[in-house]
């Protein structure tokens, strides 16, 4: 069954340091790739996406992610994090078809 | 635009008792998802409307079921809540039937079932 990982269920950072988000999913086989963020009670928005074309994505608030297709992963970067990005972060992949899985999420915690 | 708008925001109910929830959108899209989240598990799909008329089930789509109304409107439905429903549920809608599209999710309805 296809699925996807985020080992991490928590990062705890400092604040202007850089950090990774690791997503793994288990086919490369035409793969849609999502990372959503969800602020304390509130839905979920989308951060970046990927379809095709280029392997790094640029997304919102300083965000990116890089489609590894040998490695099957989608890793979220941000090279200096804010008080604001506290947040959970959810990896969900699409096999070409109509429905997404997500991840379990991962919360970054972001320490002044 | 509002969105994608949920009634109730939060709701308590004993177990056995019925209730629905209400979804609506305003972006005209096609496609609109159902999803619960619970902690340490991510979201997982209840059921999903690929287009007005059609609706199908998802991961977990039992205890539960839907009506989408119209474009507009996809309703949940529990007819006889247990304990283990007891969770936050979201409601999403997508421009297209393929999830290459991005999903707009709504606000939020957190339920109880004691």
């Known amino acids: 069954a296809q699925s996807v990982t985020q080992l991490d269920s928590q990062v705890p950072v400092f604040e202007e340091a850089p950090v990774e988000l690791r997503c793994n999913y288990s086919?490369?086989?035409?793969?849609?790739l999502f990372w959503y963020v969800q602020y304390p009670n509130q839905g979920l928005q989308l951060l970046l996406k990927y379809l095709s074309g280029s392997t790094l994505v640029k997304g919102i608030n300083g965000f990116e992610a890089e489609f590894n297709k040998s490695q099957t992963s989608f890793h979220l970067r941000k090279p200096s994090v804010h008080i604001s990005d506290t947040a959970e972060y959810f990896c969900a992949v699409s096999w070409n078809t109509d429905k997404l899985i997500f991840g379990t999420g991962t919360r970054l915690q972001v320490f002044p | 635009n509002a969105g994608v708008t949920q009634t109730p925001k939060f709701q308590v109910l004993k177990t056995g008792q019925s209730m629905t929830l209400q979804c609506a959108q305003d972006m005209n899209h096609n496609s609109m998802y159902w999803y619960r989240q619970d902690p340490g598990m991510g979201l997982r799909l209840i059921y999903y409307?690929?287009?007005?008329?059609?609706?199908d089930k998802g991961e977990v789509p039992n205890g539960y079921n839907v009506s989408r109304l119209n474009k507009r409107e996809f309703s949940l439905r529990l007819e006889s809540a247990a304990p283990s429903q007891t969770s936050v549920y979201f409601c999403?809608?997508?421009?297209?039937?393929?999830?290459?599209?991005?999903?707009?999710f709504g606000p939020g309805t957190r339920l109880t079932v004691t």
């Open positions: 999403a809608s997508s421009e297209g039937g393929l999830a290459n599209y991005e999903q707009y």
């Open positions: 086919s490369s086989v035409s793969v849609y």
């Open positions: 409307s690929a287009s007005e008329g059609t609706t």
